[in-house]
């Protein structure tokens, strides 16, 4: 079973700030990796899929890079509407299963 | 606009059975994977199942192998779970999910979710 870890667990900045979160898997996912931000009382969104390929309709200040077992979320700007928590999520070729990390909240500080 | 659309929570008791259903619309529901993800404060966001078009391939977490099902009527755009045998760690916001493409677990769409309560 492949775990992610997710770090910091809590990033306090201000708007404008960039924003970088890491995921860690512990083997090789290739580039499996999907980045989810979700918000209190919502559903998760989908940001980012395949490591790097930006979901319909998320804004250009997101992005993600990494291959194998480390990954990284930047939001280059943080604009009020981004302060939430932000899961990674990867999907294994056998057995075909999917896991989450635990997420960083990014919040105000 | 799609829409997905969970019911059949509630509180059951260990052991127990309870049956999720899910009623999709707004999008050509035969041609897309379909996925169950569940979120409890204890367990963080967990991928629960998914389930290939036509319901031929069905892939589960090893939490609920054994346990849980899944299924779909294509003819009815509704996807389902069922749940047997009921443990207290499966407590928890089920919430259903769109496959963006092919089976890769990549969710786009998310219902609001139907909470699952397991206690005696």
């Known amino acids: 079973e492949i775990v992610l870890t997710q770090s910091p667990a809590t990033l306090s900045l201000s708007p404008g700030d960039r924003a970088t979160l890491s995921c860690r898997a512990s083997?090789?996912?290739?580039?499996?990796v999907a980045w989810y931000q979700q918000k209190p009382g919502q559903a998760p969104r989908l940001l980012i899929y395949?490591?790097?390929d930006r979901a319909t309709g998320i804004p250009a200040r997101f992005s993600g890079s990494g291959s194998g077992t480390d990954f990284t979320l930047t939001i280059s700007s943080l604009e009020p509407e981004d302060f939430a928590v932000y899961y990674c999520?990867?999907?294994?070729?056998?057995?075909?299963?999917?896991?989450f990390g635990p997420g960083t909240k990014v919040d105000l500080k | 606009q799609v829409q997905l659309v969970e019911s059949g929570g509630g509180l059951v008791k260990p052991g127990g059975s309870l049956r999720l259903s899910c009623a999709a619309s707004?999008?050509?529901?035969?041609?897309?994977?379909m996925g169950w993800i569940r979120q409890s404060p204890e367990r963080g966001l967990e991928w629960v199942s998914c389930i290939s078009y036509s319901g031929t391939n069905l892939y589960y977490a090893d939490s609920v192998k054994g346990r849980f099902t899944i299924s779909r009527d294509n003819a009815k755009n509704s996807l389902y779970l069922q749940m047997n045998s009921l443990r207290a760690e499966d407590t928890a916001l089920y919430y259903c999910a769109r496959d963006l493409r092919l089976g890769n677990y990549y969710f786009d769409y998310w219902g609001l979710g139907t909470l699952v309560t397991v206690s005696s």
């Open positions: 707004g999008f050509s529901f035969s041609d897309y994977y």
């Open positions: 395949d490591a790097t």
């Open positions: 999520q990867q999907r294994s070729n056998w057995p075909p299963v999917s896991s």
């Open positions: 083997q090789s996912v290739t580039t499996y």
